[in-house]
Every structure is written in C-alpha cells, then in structure tokens.
C-alpha cells in the first residue's frame, strides 16, 4: 500500500471514530444542559472565536480562544456538551479559513472534525476519572481545584491531539512518529494551556463577580485584546520591513560584489593580456597540453595523443625505416561485472593497477595508451618479427590475468588482445586501430586471448558489420523465406513432416547463408522476432498442406528455437500465438532445441518445455552428441525426438567409432522412450546403416534437399516417392513381410 493511500485511509479511520464520538455526545447530553446559556457559548464558538484568533510572528503559536471556550464547556456543561462544542468550532474554523481561500487536502476537514471529537472524547474520560480518584470536584470553583482540574483538560487535551496529529504526519512524511512530534506538534502545547488559563479566568467571573464586574472585565478584555493584536501587527509589520529591507541590502550587496567580480575579471584579463614572463606562460602550456593529452586516471596517454603518436610510426614507415612495429589494442574482461557489483571506485583503481603492470611490462621506446573506459592500446617498436609480438602479448596477458586483491575484495580479470603490423598501407591512426580492434574482436569471440590481425579478418568483420546493419530489415523487405526438408519415415519410407530452414536472399548481395547471420541475429537478439516470424509462417504452410489430401492431414513441421529464445519467457505465448493464428493442432508443431541451449540453464529448460509439453507441442533435442548433456537432467526433459547430427551420420560408414556411437543413442533414445531422426542422410550406405540400427526418421540429401514452399507444394501434388528407388524396392518385396500398401505414397 502507497504512502498516499495509507494516509487517506488513516484520515478516514479517525473521521469515522470522531463521529461515533459527537453522536455519542449527543444522544447523551442532559436536557437541562441545552439551555440560553449553552447556546450562547456555541454561538460565540461558531461566529466569534474564530475571527479572534491572533498569530504570533514567526512562530507557529497561535492565540485562539476556541480551546477556552471547549474547556469552559467542560466547566459549565460538562463533557458531552464539551464534545459538541469543540466539534461545531473545527467545522466553523475550517468553513472560515476555506471561505478565506485556504485549499484543504482530500478529507482533511473530516479528519480536522474527526480528531476534535475524538481527543475532546478521551480528555472528557481522563476528566472525569482522574479529579475524582484524587477527590476532586471537577467542576469545583476553589481556585486549587479549578487549577488541577484545568491542567488536567489542558494536558490530556494536547497529549491525545499529538499523538493522533504526529501519527499522521509520521505516515504522510515517512518519517517516525517520535521525530513528527518533535518537529510538527510540540510547539503547539502552549496553546492548550494558554486556553486553559482563559477558560479558568472565565469560569471565576461567571461564578464570582456581578453583572458590573463581567461588564467591566469583558470591556478591559476587548481594549486589551484590541491593543495586543495591533501591536502583533505592528511587529509584524516591522518584521517583514526589516525582512525586506535585509533582502534588500543582500541583493545590493550581491550586485555590488557581482560588480567587484566583473571588474576583477575585466582586470585580471588585462594583466594576462600585459603577461610578458614567457618562462610562466610557457609552463602554463605545458600543463595543459599535458592534460590535454594524457588520461586523468591512469595518467597514460590518451587517444588524441596516441593517435599522434601513431601519425609519426605511420611517417617513418612510409619514410623507409627499417625497424618493424606493431600495434596492440587491448580490452579488459569482466569489467562491466567488476563496475557493477564492486562500484566504479573499485572499478577505477583496477584500472590504474592494470595500467600499471602492462607499463612495467615495456620497454622504454615502447608506447601505451588509454583509450578509453576499459580500452588500451599499445606500440612494440623494434621487433624483428610477428611472432616475437605475439610473444609480448602472450606475456602481458598472463601478467594482467593474475588475480589481486583490493579493499578485501579478490579481483579477477583478464584481457582480449588484437595485434596488427603497421605496415606501409596505412595513411591514418584511425586505419590501424581498427584493423587491431578486428583482431582484438576476434580474440574475444573464439575465447583465444590474442589475435593477429589478417586481411580476410578484416573482411569477415566488414561483411558481419555489414549483415548487422542490414537483418533489421529483411522482414519489412520480405527478403526471408522458408525452405522446408522432408523428414522421412525409415520404416516404410512415409513423409511425416518437414524441418523448417530459414533463408535470406539480400536484395543487392544475393543469397546469404545461415551461417553468416544466424550467428548476428543471435548476438543481436533479432533472433527472437525473426523465430516468431518462422514459427507464424510456418504453422500457416503447414496447416495449408494438411487440407492437400488424406495422406497430408497429419503432416508436422520441425522449427529450431534458440537458446535466447528458450530463456525468455514469452516464447510460450509465440508459440501460442502462431498456432492460434494457423488453427493448427499443436501436436503439429515440433520445436528443436540444440542440448547446449538446454543445459544453459537446465531447471528453467525443464519448467519451459513441461509447458509446451502440456500445451501439445512435440519437443526435439538437436544435434545431440555434439553438446554436452546430463543423463540426469536429459531424462527430465520432456522430449519426443532426439536428433543426431550430421557429423555422426556423413562418417558413419568410414569410422567404427562413429557407428557404435550411433548404435548408443538410438539404444538410449529407445529406452527413455524417444524417437530418433538421423540428419545428414547423403549415400544409400548410410540410410541403411542407420535402417539397421533400428533409426526410425531421417533427412538429408539421398531423400531431398531443402526447397521452397512452391517446389515442395508441387512434389506433394505429384505424390513424390522419397526414398531411393532400389530401397523402395526393397521394401515393398515379399521377404520384407511388410504390406505393399506401406511403401510411402508421396
């Protein structure tokens, strides 16, 4: 529940109790005490009191007769009237100071009513218990008991208000109930006692003095009271023109010395205009060019002055000289991670100390630099050779991989090397950095550490760059498409469903295979719009192909999902989806995930896939035998296929051990109870291997290659046979005691 809501709540609560309160009261209150008497006091409470109020300047006192006139109703009437009385002069108050154009929070005056009746009710149960266990008359005239019984309405009056008062500032302010006292309610004890004062004297003359003397008292009251709240607004008057005469001198004496500062800017840039002492100016110079230069933290040189640096190794390269350079661009691992958790104090300081170890680490002619957040850059001069470079790079990577400790904390980290030759080619510093940040990017992707930088890296990056810049749009430009192989049953050769292959065909750069940007898309995360696109376009065909025939009613179709995908929790409403758009079965519908992609995160993979499975959807681990899976956690997933890779498959009939590989997952496949399908399928050997193995699918090559959806529609018109002829064949002989009609009719 919000501050905000607590305290609404709060203001009601109290608003509700108050008005059991004053109806209480009022059902309760004595007939003889609803008399002239009576009603005069409330008219003044309602009409007079509050214009009477008085503010002291600044304090937060303020002189009200309101708590004299409900303390007096304790004395005259009792505590029921009392209840009345301080109810009718919070309503009349709050009228008043509405009607003078002060705006009211939400339900205030209900809670300002509210509180009243319930603090007037607690003080008219302390009143009546405690006088009385002292044996006190409470509404004694005797000037020690007046006394007593005034301190005790003033006291419990003040205590049950700020205790109601400090709770609610407490919860609107956040702060404690303790410290709201302090600072919002205490100051206003005064006033309740300075009531009670007013009330006693009331009481005295009402019970002791004569029609004159009231007469007489009330007229030297009214001059008093006339003369102290024009001499109140005198002070305050005089306060707020000794105020702004204060603002006034201040914003004198602050444009007096805006003045004085204007001038000694105008002269101190005369005398640096006069300066003539070139031996200051000149150090003057060099600081800055030093600052300008070199990075504030680890105090190397920065990237304007590496770059000129680097303007100076490209000239003497061009110029002849014989000595071969190399530039090494480097960039730390996990600091983001160190940054993160440890904050950027500590974050700072690794940096110094990487500094640091890779400068003790050169030589005197060498150069390092800080380019920038965790970004290094260095120039070996002299080396005769690439490998020796390769060698000094090795070495500054074990040294900065060695861990550390600071501020209690062990620090591990490690750096990603790019090396490239300056060789003559390059004109800018820019040329070269970049084509060792290629390198140092492909040291970070193959996990290698260091990388030397090659022309056909350089082109590779280019062309990634370039597929990086263009994949966002190939779904607005219909540039994907869907390819569709069959997966074929080896039994009886029957097609049962196809894989799903994407395909992009680039608009200026022609066919560009998967290889090149599923990877990006991955890296990216376009790989999850893109796998919703697949799955939408794919439920769509495959429920098209359903209504062919009889013999295509059942087909499914295999979409791969990746691992991004596989975490993200929307993947089941994609899927969802896409089936609800197609009105395609769910069992329909088959998704692959790689085994890496599952044991990534193995337990959020099993809580997944258990919802697909309830969903209907079938489930295949792809490319098994080439990740790493537990057969603890594999007999936990919820799947129906595992499919084994092409590797296995294309070397099946040349290596033993690749055959007896095959012969253990479709042995394990049959015992958790999974189907196997074999990808890969190029040669007649091959697919009758794997028939021999007791392999129930297969796809690949001997049966189809993948086609588009209109080459692929055509050959399910044309009920395309998919298994070699010879094998066909076979199949349908006799011997094989298996019915004519199961030789596949596609």
């Given at each position: 529940?919000?501050?905000?809501?607590?305290?609404?709540?709060?203001?009601?609560?109290?608003?509700?109790?108050?008005?059991?309160?004053?109806?209480?009261?009022?059902?309760?209150?004595?007939?003889?005490?609803?008399?002239?008497k009576?009603?005069?006091?409330?008219?003044?409470?309602?009409?007079?009191?509050?214009?009477?109020?008085?503010?002291?300047?600044?304090?937060?006192?303020?002189?009200?007769f309101?708590?004299?006139?409900?303390?007096?109703a304790?004395l005259?009437?009792?505590?029921?009237?009392?209840?009345?009385?301080?109810?009718?002069?919070?309503?009349?108050?709050?009228?008043?100071?509405?009607?003078?154009?002060?705006?009211?929070?939400?339900?205030?005056?209900?809670?300002?009513?509210?509180?009243?009746?319930?603090?007037?009710?607690?003080?008219?149960?302390?009143?009546?218990?405690?006088?009385?266990?002292?044996?006190?008359?409470?509404?004694?005239?005797?000037?020690?008991?007046?006394?007593?019984?005034?301190?005790?309405?003033?006291?419990?009056?003040?205590?049950?208000?700020?205790?109601?008062?400090?709770?609610?500032?407490?919860l609107?302010?956040?702060?404690?109930?303790?410290?709201a006292?302090?600072?919002?309610?205490?100051?206003?004890?005064?006033?309740?006692?300075?009531?009670?004062?007013?009330?006693?004297?009331?009481?005295?003359?009402?019970?002791?003095?004569?029609?004159?003397?009231?007469?007489?008292?009330?007229?030297?009251?009214?001059?008093?009271?006339?003369?102290?709240?024009?001499?109140?607004?005198?002070?305050?008057?005089?306060?707020?023109?000794?105020?702004?005469?204060?603002?006034?001198?201040?914003?004198?004496?602050?444009?007096?010395?805006?003045?004085?500062?204007?001038?000694?800017?105008?002269?101190?840039?005369?005398?640096?205009?006069?300066e003539?002492?070139?031996?200051?100016?000149?150090?003057?110079?060099?600081?800055?060019?030093?600052?300008?230069?070199?990075?504030?933290?680890?105090?190397?040189?920065?990237?304007?002055?590496?770059?000129?640096?680097?303007?100076?190794?490209?000239?003497?390269?061009?110029?002849?000289a014989?000595?071969?350079?190399?530039?090494?661009?480097?960039?730390?691992?996990?600091?983001?991670?160190?940054?993160?958790?440890?904050?950027?104090?500590?974050?700072?300081?690794?940096?110094?100390?990487?500094?640091?170890?890779?400068?003790?680490?050169?030589?005197?002619?060498?150069?390092i630099?800080?380019?920038?957040?965790?970004?290094?850059?260095?120039?070996?001069?002299g080396?005769?050779?690439?490998?020796?470079?390769?060698?000094?790079?090795?070495?500054?990577h074990?040294?900065?991989?060695?861990?550390?400790?600071?501020?209690?904390?062990?620090?591990?980290?490690?750096?990603?090397?790019?090396i490239?030759?300056?060789?003559?080619?390059?004109?800018?510093?820019?040329?070269?950095?970049?084509?060792?940040?290629?390198?140092?990017?492909?040291?970070?992707?193959?996990?290698?550490?260091?990388?030397?930088?090659?022309?056909?890296?350089?082109?590779?990056?280019?062309?990634?760059?370039?597929?990086?810049?263009?994949?966002?749009?190939?779904?607005?430009?219909?540039?994907?498409?869907?390819?569709?192989?069959p997966?074929?049953?080896?039994?009886?050769?029957?097609?049962?469903?196809?894989?799903?292959?994407?395909?992009?065909?680039?608009?200026?750069?022609?066919?560009?295979?998967?290889?090149?940007?599923?990877?990006?898309?991955?890296?990216?995360?376009?790989?999850?719009?893109?796998?919703?696109?697949?799955l939408?376009?794919?439920?769509?065909?495959?429920?098209?192909?359903?209504?062919?025939?009889?013999?295509?009613?059942?087909?499914?179709?295999?979409?791969?999902?990746?691992?991004?995908?596989?975490?993200?929790?929307?993947?089941?409403?994609?899927?969802?989806?896409?089936?609800?758009?197609?009105?395609?079965?769910?069992?329909?519908?088959?998704l692959?995930?790689?085994?890496?992609?599952?044991?990534?995160?193995?337990?959020?993979?099993?809580?997944?896939?258990?919802?697909?499975?309830e969903?209907?959807?079938?489930?295949?681990?792809?490319?098994?035998?080439?990740?790493?899976?537990?057969?603890?956690?594999?007999?936990?997933?919820?799947?129906?296929?595992?499919?084994?890779?092409?590797s296995?498959?294309?070397?099946?009939?040349?290596?033993?051990?690749?055959?007896?590989?095959?012969?253990?997952?479709?042995?394990?496949?049959?015992?958790l109870?999974?189907?196997?399908?074999a990808?890969?399928?190029?040669?007649?050997?091959?697919?009758?291997?794997?028939?021999?193995?007791g392999?129930?699918?297969?796809?690949?090559?001997?049966?189809s290659?993948?086609?588009?959806?209109?080459?692929?529609?055509?050959?399910?018109?044309?009920?395309?046979?998919?298994?070699?002829?010879?094998?066909?064949?076979?199949?349908?002989?006799?011997?094989?005691?298996?019915?004519?009609e199961?030789?596949?009719v596609?």
């Amino acid at each position: 529940m919000s501050r905000e809501s607590t305290t609404t709540f709060y203001k009601l609560a109290i608003a509700v109790i108050g008005g059991v309160c004053f109806f209480l009261a009022w059902f309760n209150i004595k007939p003889e005490v609803l008399n002239w008497k009576f009603a005069v006091l409330l008219l003044f409470t309602i009409l007079i009191a509050p214009r009477m109020n008085i503010a002291l300047p600044r304090s937060k006192f303020i002189l009200s007769f309101s708590d004299s006139m409900v303390f007096l109703a304790f004395l005259l009437f009792g505590g029921e009237a009392a209840i009345i009385i301080a109810t009718a002069e919070i309503l009349a108050n709050c009228l008043y100071l509405k009607f003078k154009g002060i705006e009211f929070p939400r339900f205030t005056i209900l809670f300002n009513i509210g509180l009243i009746a319930l603090t007037t009710g607690i003080t008219y149960n302390v009143w009546s218990w405690i006088p009385r266990a002292a044996n006190i008359n409470p509404t004694s005239a005797i000037t020690t008991n007046l006394i007593t019984t005034l301190g005790i309405l003033a006291l419990s009056q003040f205590l049950a208000a700020s205790v109601f008062a400090s709770i609610y500032y407490a919860l609107k302010t956040g702060t404690t109930p303790w410290q709201a006292w302090k600072k919002e309610v205490f100051s206003f004890s005064i006033a309740y006692f300075a009531g009670a004062g007013l009330a006693g004297i009331f009481f005295k003359l009402l019970n002791y003095a004569d029609v004159y003397s009231i007469a007489i008292s009330l007229a030297a009251f009214g001059i008093i009271y006339y003369n102290y709240r024009q001499i109140i607004g005198e002070m305050t008057s005089s306060i707020e023109q000794a105020e702004q005469a204060e603002r006034d001198k201040a914003a004198a004496e602050r444009e007096k010395r805006l003045e004085i500062e204007r001038y000694a800017d105008e002269l101190s840039q005369t005398l640096r205009k006069e300066e003539e002492n070139g031996k200051a100016l000149r150090k003057s110079q060099r600081a800055f060019q030093h600052a300008a230069l070199h990075d504030s933290l680890t105090k190397l040189p920065n990237r304007a002055c590496f770059g000129e640096i680097l303007k100076e190794l490209i000239e003497e390269n061009k110029s002849g000289a014989d000595t071969k350079s190399y530039v090494l661009f480097l960039d730390l691992t996990r600091f983001k991670t160190i940054n993160d958790s440890l904050g950027h104090s500590i974050g700072d300081k690794v940096l110094m100390i990487v500094a640091r170890r890779m400068a003790r680490m050169l030589r005197a002619h060498d150069k390092i630099a800080r380019l920038g957040g965790d970004e290094f850059a260095i120039i070996l001069r002299g080396l005769a050779t690439d490998e020796k470079a390769e060698k000094v790079a090795w070495k500054i990577h074990q040294k900065i991989a060695q861990p550390f400790t600071l501020s209690k904390n062990k620090i591990h980290t490690s750096v990603n090397i790019g090396i490239a030759p300056c060789r003559n080619e390059y004109d800018t510093p820019e040329e070269i950095l970049r084509d060792a940040d290629i390198a140092m990017h492909d040291a970070k992707e193959k996990g290698s550490g260091v990388a030397f930088f090659s022309k056909q890296l350089r082109d590779r990056f280019l062309e990634q760059a370039k597929f990086e810049a263009e994949l966002p749009f190939a779904i607005e430009r219909g540039e994907l498409s869907m390819h569709y192989q069959p997966i074929i049953s080896l039994t009886d050769g029957s097609l049962t469903g196809f894989e799903a292959l994407l395909r992009w065909n680039h608009h200026k750069l022609g066919f560009v295979p998967p290889a090149k940007f599923i990877p990006i898309a991955e890296n990216t995360g376009l790989i999850i719009p893109i796998t919703n696109w697949i799955l939408s376009e794919t439920c769509r065909q495959i429920a098209e192909w359903q209504n062919l025939s009889f013999a295509t009613k059942e087909l499914m179709v295999s979409v791969n999902i990746s691992g991004k995908h596989l975490s993200n929790t929307h993947l089941i409403n994609d899927v969802k989806k896409a089936l609800g758009e197609a009105n395609l079965s769910p069992s329909s519908l088959k998704l692959e995930i790689t085994e890496s992609a599952a044991m990534e995160n193995a337990e959020q993979t099993i809580e997944i896939l258990a919802v697909l499975k309830e969903l209907g959807v079938q489930l295949s681990i792809d490319d098994f035998g080439t990740g790493y899976s537990s057969l603890s956690y594999l007999h936990r997933f919820p799947i129906d296929t595992l499919k084994v890779d092409r590797s296995f498959v294309n070397s099946v009939g040349e290596n033993g051990e690749d055959f007896e590989i095959l012969q253990t997952i479709v042995s394990l496949a049959k015992n958790l109870k999974m189907r196997v399908i074999a990808e890969g399928i190029e040669t007649e050997s091959q697919l009758n291997i794997l028939k021999n193995l007791g392999c129930e699918y297969g796809q690949g090559y001997l049966m189809s290659k993948p086609l588009p959806k209109d080459a692929m529609a055509e050959l399910l018109h044309k009920k395309q046979y998919w298994l070699p002829v010879a094998i066909a064949e076979e199949q349908a002989a006799p011997q094989t005691n298996r019915a004519k009609e199961n030789v596949t009719v596609f």
